[in-house]
């Protein structure tokens, strides 16, 4: 039995699927079993509760052979990330109180910062929060997501994609949320490790590569253009998040944009994405067509 956090969510759901094929038994902490049903009726486990109670996590973590966790994704935090904080304490104290033989953790590229690194602080605070567990912890430092291009089809119809990368053709780690999914999955169900470890997941991919392959699912040329850096709270605000609130939404890109993702942090493992751009796109068109 394995608990997967975050299940109704594309890289929850990606782990889930991937263990599930392996044969393996899944449980899943969900606040509505009604919006999962269609994961009870894969045969998982469902156990009502909520990542912001430690002991909804403590009946979620007995007895299983491993635990797949991750935070809440928050594009407005508070200034001191509250949120992130609340949710990295409730998972300590039910690790401590109910340990597991393995967990792995949710991260990303440039956790290993500790300041300037906008969104990314929270999966910061994760990283040093449990760096006292007595556990073996894998954490998968994904890349930038594939999927954070959908937008993409909308967008692009007129031939430009516009992106917060800059410049467009310099590469940062980029990766498909199905991937991650794979790797989790093989974490938990693989051979046994001790201690600490780091994985970095993804391949180093330009804005300008991935304009391309969506122009090639689309069938029109694509090209990636750079918000200016003057427009991202107006562009932020179009995605939903408030002029006044998308500072640690812009930090996050400026840290990208400075290198902060790329792959090759000493004392790393790395493991290269085996889906591309196109192949997310194509998966999301022809899901749109079906």
């Not at 007129?158 to 790797?183: E, H, Q, W």
Request: hydrophobic letters at 45%; one cysteine or more.
């Amino acid at each position: 039995m394995f608990l997967v956090m975050g299940i109704t969510g594309k890289v929850g759901g990606a782990t889930a699927t991937h263990l599930l094929k392996q044969g393996k038994t899944v449980r899943a902490l969900v606040r509505d079993p009604a919006k999962a049903s269609s994961w009870a009726d894969q045969g998982v486990e469902l156990v009502e509760g909520d990542w912001n109670d430690a002991a909804s996590i403590k009946r979620a973590l007995r007895g299983v052979e491993g635990a797949f966790v991750m935070l809440p994704p928050i594009w407005v935090p508070s200034p001191d990330f509250r949120e992130a904080k609340g949710v990295i304490a409730n998972y300590v104290e039910a690790l401590k109180q109910v340990p597991v033989p393995r967990v792995v953790a949710l991260s990303s590229m440039g956790a290993n910062k500790t300041s300037g690194m906008g969104l990314i602080t929270a999966l910061s605070l994760m990283e040093q929060g449990f760096c006292d567990l007595n556990l073996p912890i894998a954490y998968a430092r994904a890349g930038g997501f594939f999927e954070n291009f959908l937008y993409g089809f909308q967008v692009a119809q007129g031939g430009t994609l516009p992106v917060f990368y800059n410049p467009t053709d310099r590469k940062s780690t980029m990766v498909a949320t199905n991937d991650i999914g794979a790797v989790i999955a093989a974490l938990l169900s693989g051979p046994a490790w001790l201690g600490h470890r780091v994985i970095e997941l993804g391949s180093m991919v330009s804005a300008d590569e991935v304009a391309a392959q969506l122009g090639e699912v689309m069938r029109r040329d694509v090209k990636a253009i750079a918000v200016p850096r003057a427009d991202w709270a107006n562009t932020f605000e179009q995605f939903g998040i408030p002029k006044d609130k998308s500072g640690p939404a812009e930090t996050m890109y400026d840290a990208v944009n400075a290198g902060a993702m790329d792959i090759g942090v000493v004392g790393t493992e790395h493991v290269t994405g085996a889906t591309s751009a196109r192949d997310v796109f194509a998966a999301a068109q022809k899901a749109a067509t079906a």
